[in-house]
């Protein structure tokens, strides 16, 4: 397609083919995609306004988009990732040959702020695992849901569509599909084989009757009616906020998100190794995970005033 055919579609098109070739060539995840299309679709909207294009929107535009943007009082984080967007769309256009050139590549973002992540104690920890495993509706499942969590850090995205043939035959470690595609190992602790065992079993149970009620089976490990087959992100953060409740913990305080941190903070606190920890949380740079140093820092602080001689008070001679 020329550079005036694509002048001449709805911008909506040129978002719906650069969403495509996201999903096609590099295997972005719906939530991925979901956040391109909606700030996209902002940033049209707003040169709809301008009488503007994206065949024709100048590095101006989009300055002046960024600045209305914070006008409204956005986040710096929700501007950098519009920016980022943008920066996506039009470089896809220029490799298609619909631009000539990339009008937000030269343009710095707002910069994210680096907040330390909210944990939680291993006491808030151990008190949440309990509440689980007196949840009035399905206390195995909640367990296993709880114990997998702690237990590998997964993303909730990872943990609600995991396999059940990834779980089958008691694994020691468990193969997670992650952020685009790429795969990790993570070991699994005896708890959490035992709470993946013990659910397995109803499981299982309540599939050969839904089988035999002519339901199709299914391949997730927490399988839900609907449209996805399998426990919804929404059903679970319900479903966590809850045990929080039950487990005297603010649940405003607790997310999956939350337990999440809490696995790689303690980790970290027990000496495991940074890149160690990068791999287990999947992360594809070494800075995502850089921000847990402050559990290290802590720990070395305390090391030296422990064992390092000039730390200690001198006695006087």
Excluded at 86 to 104: H, M, S, T, Y
Excluded at 258 to 274: I, P, T
Aim: with cysteine; glycine share 6%.
């Amino acid at each position: 397609m020329s550079a005036a055919q694509a002048a001449a579609m709805p911008m909506g098109h040129w978002i719906s083919a650069f969403l495509e070739a996201q999903a096609a060539e590099l295997d972005a995840a719906r939530n991925t995609l979901l956040a391109y299309g909606r700030d996209l679709n902002d940033f049209a909207g707003w040169l709809t306004h301008k009488d503007a294009h994206f065949a024709g929107a100048t590095q101006d535009h989009v300055e002046r988009y960024l600045i209305s943007c914070e006008a409204e009082g956005l986040s710096s984080a929700t501007r950098a990732r519009r920016l980022s967007s943008i920066r996506q769309l039009f470089r896809f256009a220029f490799e298609e040959g619909w631009r000539e050139d990339n009008p937000a590549i030269r343009l710095k973002g707002p910069g994210r702020a680096r907040r330390l992540p909210g944990t939680l104690s291993r006491e808030e920890v151990e008190a949440l695992l309990a509440a689980a495993r007196t949840e009035p509706r399905d206390p195995l499942r909640a367990t296993c849901l709880m114990e997998l969590l702690y237990a590998t850090g997964l993303r909730v995205s990872e943990l609600v569509t995991l396999p059940v043939a990834a779980l089958r035959g008691d694994p020691e470690m468990l193969l997670v599909r992650g952020k685009g595609g790429r795969e990790r190992m993570v070991p699994l602790s005896r708890p959490a084989r035992a709470a993946v065992s013990a659910w397995l079993a109803r499981r299982d149970a309540a599939e050969v009757e839904a089988v035999a009620a002519g339901k199709p089976a299914s391949k997730f490990l927490f399988p839900a009616r609907g449209r996805d087959g399998h426990l919804t992100r929404q059903s679970f953060f319900v479903l966590i906020k809850d045990l929080a409740a039950r487990a005297g913990l603010a649940p405003d305080q607790v997310t999956p998100h939350v337990l999440r941190h809490a696995f790689a903070s303690h980790l970290l606190a027990g000496g495991a190794d940074l890149r160690a920890i990068q791999a287990l949380l999947g992360h594809a740079d070494l800075s995502t995970t850089e921000i847990y140093t402050h559990v290290q820092s802590e720990r070395l602080t305390a090391l030296v005033y422990e064992h390092h001689p000039l730390a200690r008070p001198r006695e006087k001679g």
